[in-house]
């Protein structure tokens, strides 16, 4: 079965950077656009970032200029590395995978102090 685990989240404080990291199992990894997701309380899950096969990447107005989407074919990982952090960026992580179908990872919970 095809697996998602994200890990890198926690507690830091507004300036500060965090490094997500997403390691698939189980599917051709170097064949899958990989995303990160993120949620926050009360709201609906919303797109951070994209990066294709080809390497092709998208961000969210929000977090362009702060974060940066990147993939290790050799190592089966997306990261997402997460600069100038803000209380707003504070959300539980999804990594997806997707080609045919969709996977999605348990989630990282994210949170920015003030």
């Known amino acids: 079965q095809v697996q998602l685990v994200e890990s890198g989240g926690g507690l830091v404080q507004a300036g500060g950077s965090l490094r997500l990291s997403c390691v698939a199992s189980?599917?051709?990894?170097?064949?899958?656009?990989m995303s990160w997701y993120r949620q926050a309380p009360g709201k609906q899950r919303e797109l951070v970032a994209s990066i294709t096969s080809d390497g092709s990447t998208n961000y969210a107005d929000s977090v362009k200029g702060r974060f940066t989407i990147s993939r290790d074919n050799a190592k089966n990982t997306v990261y997402l590395q997460m600069n100038s952090l803000k209380p707003e960026d504070t959300a539980v992580y999804y990594c997806?995978?997707?080609?045919?179908?969709?996977?999605w990872g348990q989630g990282t919970q994210v949170t920015v102090s003030s």
């Open positions: 997806k995978a997707s080609r045919a179908l969709v996977y």
């Open positions: 189980g599917t051709i990894f170097r064949l899958n656009t």
